[in-house]
């Protein structure tokens, strides 16, 4: 089966850094990605990791071991408006296809 | 301004009632997607189409009947509905065939049913 987990919630400060974990059991592995999610809107992508390692992209990074089935997104210099959902879902093998499967999110409130 | 187009963004029916919903993707995209997103729970992937054909249907009820006319359109049609099928409906495409391609979404139907 299908099974990605994240925190539920997160809280951080204005101007700090803050990591969202994300740890996945899936039958196949073809990429991670990152998308954020604006109450009301569409998801939008962040970031894609297939390699392990590293992807800076600005103030995000992400992070990616496969042996581990682990992925963490880094916010830095948090602002307001990174007030939002994080969902992190990992694209699988499935039916010839590969449709990106998603955790439940994790919703980050940046307070002052 | 995002290149998938979803119509209507908001929809009320009652349980009797036939509606659908209109996706529209402007990238060129072979694979179009609906996803389920209810509150405190993942975002459930519902249908896949890859070049217009049906490829998954994840256990859908039949009150939920989609339709792929062309690579840029696709449809979701609703009919008995129940309360618990009030969610946000997103509509999704990707280029299928290149492993690091973003699914791009649309801003979602946010379905109420009464």
């Known amino acids: 089966g299908q099974n990605i987990d994240q925190p539920t919630e997160m809280t951080a400060t204005e101007g700090a850094i803050v990591q969202i974990n994300c740890t996945y059991q899936?039958?196949?592995?073809?990429?991670l990605f990152w998308y954020q999610q604006h109450a009301g809107e569409a998801p939008t992508f962040l970031s894609y990791?297939?390699?392990?390692g590293l992807e800076e992209k600005g103030r995000f990074s992400s992070f990616l071991s496969r042996s581990k089935g682990y992925s963490y997104l880094l916010l830095k210099e948090l602002q307001m408006k990174d007030s939002a959902s994080y969902l992190c879902?990992?694209?699988?093998?499935?039916?010839?296809?590969?449709?990106?499967?998603f955790g439940k999110g994790t919703r980050l409130s940046v307070i002052a | 301004e995002t290149g998938v187009t979803q119509t209507p963004r908001h929809l009320v029916m009652g349980m009797t009632n036939k509606k659908s919903l209109k996706c529209e993707q402007h990238?060129?995209?072979?694979?179009m997607y609906w996803y389920k997103q209810s509150a405190k729970k993942p975002l459930e992937l519902m249908f896949v189409?890859?070049?217009?054909?049906?490829?998954e249907n994840n256990s859908v009820p039949s009150r939920f009947s989609p339709e792929c006319p062309n690579s840029s359109h696709l449809f979701l049609h609703l009919h008995t509905l129940q309360p618990e099928d009030s969610a946000l409906y997103l509509c999704?495409?990707?280029?299928?065939?290149?492993?690091?391609?973003?699914?791009?979404f649309g801003q979602g139907t946010r379905l109420t049913v009464v």
């Open positions: 189409y890859n070049f217009k054909e049906q490829t």
């Open positions: 879902a990992v694209r699988a093998s499935r039916s010839g296809n590969t449709p990106l499967v």
């Open positions: 990238l060129g995209h072979n694979a």
């Open positions: 899936t039958s196949g592995f073809n990429g």
């Open positions: 999704a495409s990707s280029q299928e065939g290149s492993w690091n391609t973003e699914a791009f």
């Open positions: 990791n297939v390699l392990d």
